[in-house]
């Protein structure tokens, strides 16, 4: 299992879990992460910037301190 934030341009992998407080937990849901769903990195800001994800048709970007507190698994 590893973080969102670990994930290269391309890869994709599934959510396991997220590690967050009600209120990001709450938000993140509503955008559609939820333990199981397929999730694919599109494009990484440089220096160490947002995070551009794609979860069925629904592209969302994430600062990487949001990224990290995804945990992914089974990358393929």
Same mark, same amino acid.
Do not use: C, Q, Y
């Given at each position: 299992?590893?973080?969102?934030? @670990?994930? &290269?341009? *391309?890869? !994709?992998?599934?959510?396991?879990? =997220?590690?967050?407080?009600? !209120? #990001? #937990?709450?938000? #993140? !849901?509503?955008?559609? @992460?939820?333990? *199981?769903?397929?999730?694919?990195?599109i494009?990484?800001?440089?220096? &160490? *910037?947002?995070?551009?994800?794609?979860?069925?048709?629904?592209?969302? =970007?994430?600062?990487?301190?949001?990224?990290?507190?995804?945990?992914?698994?089974?990358?393929?």
């Amino acid at each position: 299992m590893t973080s969102l934030d @670990f994930l &290269n341009v *391309g890869d !994709s992998a599934h959510i396991h879990a =997220i590690d967050a407080e009600a !209120s #990001l #937990l709450h938000r #993140l !849901s509503a955008l559609g @992460f939820r333990s *199981g769903k397929r999730i694919k990195v599109i494009r990484r800001a440089k220096f &160490n *910037g947002p995070i551009h994800v794609r979860i069925g048709t629904t592209d969302i =970007i994430l600062r990487t301190t949001e990224a990290r507190r995804i945990k992914t698994s089974h990358a393929v």
